[in-house]
């Protein structure tokens, strides 16, 4: 088993930043992917940002050159800096860790972007 948990949502005016952090805890492998995912209401959650265990990333167009991935192994931890945020950046955001094909899910945090 692997437990996520989230911090730093929050409430932000256009064009602000904010930085999500998440660190699993449990039974943890060194193969894995790890990121974000977002869930606006009325919409479909949908992958934000991803890194694994060797250091590849993976950015939805919509956050490129915005959002910005990172992880620190030792505290088996995952961090996104999120600038220049936009109202449409607004939703729950939710940290993802996969590991021998098993998918866990933190219990998301709040951002909201609006003036």
């Not at 931890?77 to 220049?84: F, H, R």
């Not at 449409?88 to 998918?103: S, V």
């Amino acid at each position: 088993q692997v437990q996520l948990v989230e911090s730093g949502g929050g409430l932000v005016q256009p064009g602000g930043s904010l930085r999500l952090s998440c660190a699993a805890s449990g039974t943890i492998f060194s193969i894995y992917t790890m990121g974000w995912y977002r869930q606006a209401p009325g919409k479909q959650r949908e992958m934000v940002a991803t890194i694994t265990g060797v250091g590849y990333t993976n950015y939805a167009d919509s956050v490129k050159d915005r959002f910005t991935i990172s992880r620190d192994i030792a505290k088996n931890a995952v961090y996104l800096q999120m600038n220049s945020l936009k109202p449409e950046d607004t939703a729950i955001y939710y940290c993802y860790r996969d590991q021998l094909a098993r998918a866990y899910w933190g219990q998301g945090t709040q951002v909201t972007v609006s003036s």
